[in-house]
């Protein structure tokens, strides 16, 4: 009974993180907007139009409201989830699509909550394995924010990446403290760091920054810290562009993706890192036994 009641909690509880990041990313990139036109930076002025109305409100008086009538909204209309579904996707004043960003974020984040209480690897015994595994669900909603800003346009916000560093780092110094070698550990998360972010750093600087942006080196810095190891790294490193080739040589064969079309990697390395972090050591474990490799 108590595990049933953890199980519904954390998805309430990362569904309304979801609706909170799904929030937020419209306000950030409201601001983003604002400072490309003060700066004299190109902006898109159709978005900056419609976005524009989310600014200069105090937090204690900004109100989700709708982005196509502004309208404000109501208490039952910010339900995660339910709002959105008994709502059919659209505003009840207008009757303009809301989007599919939201429902998805709501659903996605409860189910990345309730998945990683499920997989998570030691007992939760210890005020040391509980505060971890705060700081991952916490990592998980800024990854959230980060995969959809990037991916719907092409950009990673400052602020969200220095959070992810931070709890990484926050994580890379408790696991430190739980284990019988914490310089062992310092060493595989500074690994890690080398593995995503330098790795990507040598790309940006090598190519002037044409193949990858330098968001991607920072978000690399901090999801290495997340892994703190540099095995893992090289797993989330792998399947980043594995998944990748799954979705980009499919809409090339298409021809729905141009050869020289930009594809936002961001999602890919969160992704990439995600499925090192619960199936990383098995698939270590399947690589080593598979080939008779040791490290």
């Known amino acids: 009974m108590t595990e049933v009641f953890i199980y519904i909690a954390l998805a309430l509880f990362g569904a309304s993180l979801g609706s909170f990041i799904a929030a937020s990313v419209w306000r950030i990139r409201a601001r983003q907007l604002e400072a490309d036109k003060k700066s004299g930076q190109e902006y898109d002025k159709k978005e900056y139009a419609t976005l524009k109305k989310l600014l200069g409100k105090k937090a204690s008086k900004d109100r989700s409201q709708c982005l196509?009538?502004?309208?404000?909204?109501?208490?039952?209309?910010?339900i995660p989830v339910v709002s959105w579904v008994s709502q059919r996707g659209k505003c009840r004043a207008c009757g303009g699509f809301i989007g599919w960003f939201e429902i998805i974020a709501e659903v996605g984040l409860a189910a990345f909550f309730v998945l990683s209480y499920a997989l998570w690897p030691p007992a939760l015994d210890t005020p040391l394995d509980v505060s971890h595994f705060i700081l991952w669900l916490a990592a998980g909603t800024v990854m959230a924010l980060l995969f959809a800003y990037d991916a719907k346009w092409f950009l990673l916000p400052d602020v969200a990446m220095i959070a992810l560093i931070i709890i990484g780092a926050a994580i890379t110094t408790l696991t430190a403290i739980g284990s019988a070698n914490p310089a062992g550990v310092v060493a595989s998360a500074a690994g890690a760091v080398a593995v995503l972010g330098g790795l990507y750093g040598l790309l940006y600087f090598g190519s002037k920054g044409k193949w990858v942006g330098?968001?991607?080196?920072?978000?690399?810095?901090?999801?290495g810290l997340l892994l703190s190891n540099w095995q893992l790294a090289l797993v989330a490193l792998f399947m980043a562009n594995?998944?990748?080739?799954?979705?980009?040589?499919?809409?090339?064969?298409t021809g729905k993706l141009k050869r020289n079309a930009h594809v936002p990697f961001g999602p890919l390395l969160i992704a990439g890192t995600i499925v090192a972090w619960f199936a990383g050591s098995a698939i270590i474990d399947w690589y080593i036994g598979g080939f008779g490799i040791t490290f």
Do not use: T
Request: aromatic share 12%; charged share 10%.
């Open 68 to 78: 196509h009538c502004h309208k404000p909204l109501r208490w039952y209309e910010l």
């Open 242 to 253: 594995f998944i990748g080739c799954l979705i980009v040589i499919p809409l090339m064969a």
């Open 214 to 223: 330098f968001g991607d080196v920072i978000l690399g810095v901090g999801l």
